[in-house]
């Protein structure tokens, strides 16, 4: 290399992450799969940068992808062993041309909760039959998070500081706020699905995981391919004029920790310039609703989860009823803490585009957006809302079912509405973090907001402190 060349960025940093990969992730167990050609992808892509191309502002940057999105050159199983042994997917999912074309190093595969968390209603988080229990870096007996427990853990750790998860209601927002990283879940459509293995189209919604609101923005950019530029968004002096509302019934009070560390973050918005505005809380939602979304869930899974698997090649299941018996048929291994109950009541369930498929969609659909969410900002004149993300991590429990005394995902998912979740403290060592409310297409205001946010907090308090990889909190 002479004097005038630039240094290897992409191959100096994947070099430290598989470093830090070879030290850390033996105690949290992120990561599945490397990519054994991540450090040729870096020495091609830092020629490129010498010859004087660069792609894009994040070229020779290192990613990290859930085990349920396609890549053409590493195994895609969703956590099953239906899969481990299958060959990798005839070609990438978009979003991850996508992260190639922008000159991102493809470093591996993160863990996931198998199928992401839809196959029991006992599952654990943050396990699966290939790629085991991801535990989380803070304390290494909580929850990692569901369903994109890898992708947050690995953030945490330092294993990348960019890595992509999945949300169908929850799988990003509640492992960024428990492993204390950024999490940014698009409105439904903004990123393509084709490639992911899918749970329900209406609410699945790929999105960037990340140490920052600034970098979480940049990745959504590159995997929404939309043209726009969403990390230009996150710069200062944004939040003065915004109105901000706080809806304290339902999605506040289940944890103390949680709401504390939230009430210090609307204090900092407020101090920054924010409206804020209490009283602004969503009209009752009954369970009908949550009855709803999973009958939803249920019958777009048994048809998508079909169509996918069409794609796969080699001696895989095709069919929702070939992998229960696969699961039954390796029950020692797959089923060794938890069952397929959700699994099993999709077979029995309607099936997508049914009739009660359809009107469960569309009280849901109304019950979230014009007289949910929307009818909220549009009565208060709000840009945004605020609310706690989770409550700190639970205890991993592989015997009962898990805790979650509360969270604030279900009215964005069935609304398919974006959140973005960012870390605000740690509370008695675990982190909690709030969570940004918008509507549909509303993701720049909420990364304008969410990195106001950040900004205020890390010149109050700093960023989060590093894990500990505490063995008991």
């Excluded at 391919?225 to 939040?239: C, E, I, K, Q, S």
């Amino acid at each position: 290399m002479t004097r005038d060349e630039p240094s290897p960025r992409a191959l100096d940093e994947v070099d430290r992450l598989l470093a830090r990969i070879e030290a850390v992730d033996p105690l949290v167990n992120a990561v599945c799969t490397l990519h054994p050609e991540a450090a040729a992808q870096a020495r091609a892509l830092d020629r490129e940068a010498a010859a004087g191309h660069v792609r894009g502002p994040l070229h020779g940057r290192a990613v990290l992808v859930k085990d349920n999105i396609d890549t053409h050159d590493l195994v895609t199983t969703a956590g099953s062993l239906a899969l481990a042994d299958a060959p990798p997917p005839v070609r990438d999912a978009t979003l991850v041309r996508r992260l190639r074309a922008a000159g991102l190093v493809v470093l591996g595969k993160t863990n996931l909760s198998e199928w992401a968390n839809i196959r029991d209603e006992s599952s654990a988080s943050g396990w699966s039959a290939y790629g085991g229990l991801t535990r989380n870096p803070h304390a290494l007996n909580r929850s990692s998070g569901g369903s994109s427990s890898g992708s947050g853990a690995a953030v945490a750790a330092g294993l990348a500081s960019l890595a992509v998860g999945t949300e169908t209601d929850g799988s990003i927002t509640c492992p960024a706020a428990f492993n204390g990283c950024v999490g940014i879940k698009p409105s439904v459509g903004t990123v393509p699905t084709d490639g992911v293995v899918p749970i329900a189209p209406s609410q699945d919604s790929p999105g960037p995981m990340a140490r920052t609101v600034r970098d979480a923005a940049a990745l959504l950019g590159v995997m929404a391919g939309d043209g726009t530029d969403y990390a230009a968004h996150a710069v200062a002096g944004r939040l003065a004029g915004r109105r901000i509302g706080v809806p304290r019934a339902t999605y506040w009070g289940y944890s103390p920790h949680a709401d504390a560390a939230a009430e210090r973050a609307v204090s900092l918005l407020a101090a920054q310039g924010a409206t804020i505005v209490d009283g602004t809380d969503l009209p009752t939602i009954d369970d009908r609703v949550w009855e709803d979304e999973l009958l939803v869930l249920l019958a777009e899974f048994r048809t998508g989860v079909a169509d996918y698997l069409a794609t796969r090649p080699g001696d895989v299941p095709r069919t929702l009823e070939e992998l229960v018996a696969f699961n039954r048929a390796h029950a020692a291994t797959e089923l060794a803490h938890f069952g397929q109950s959700l699994f099993e009541k999709a077979l029995e369930g309607p099936l997508a585009g049914s009739a009660a498929h359809l009107a469960a969609r569309e009280r849901g659909v109304a019950a979230t957006r014009d007289d949910g969410i929307d009818a909220v900002l549009r009565a208060h004149d709000l840009d945004a809302l605020v609310t706690p993300s989770y409550a700190p991590a639970h205890p991993i429990d592989l015997v009962n079912p898990e805790s979650f005394p509360g969270s604030c995902t279900g009215p964005s998912a069935v609304a398919g509405y974006p959140l973005v979740t960012v870390p605000t403290e740690l509370a008695a060592g675990l982190p909690v973090a709030v969570s940004f409310w918008g509507t549909a297409g509303a993701e720049t205001t909420l990364v304008e907001i969410a990195h106001g946010y950040e900004a205020a907090r890390d010149a109050t308090s700093g960023p989060l402190p590093e894990p500990a990889y505490a063995p008991f909190v």
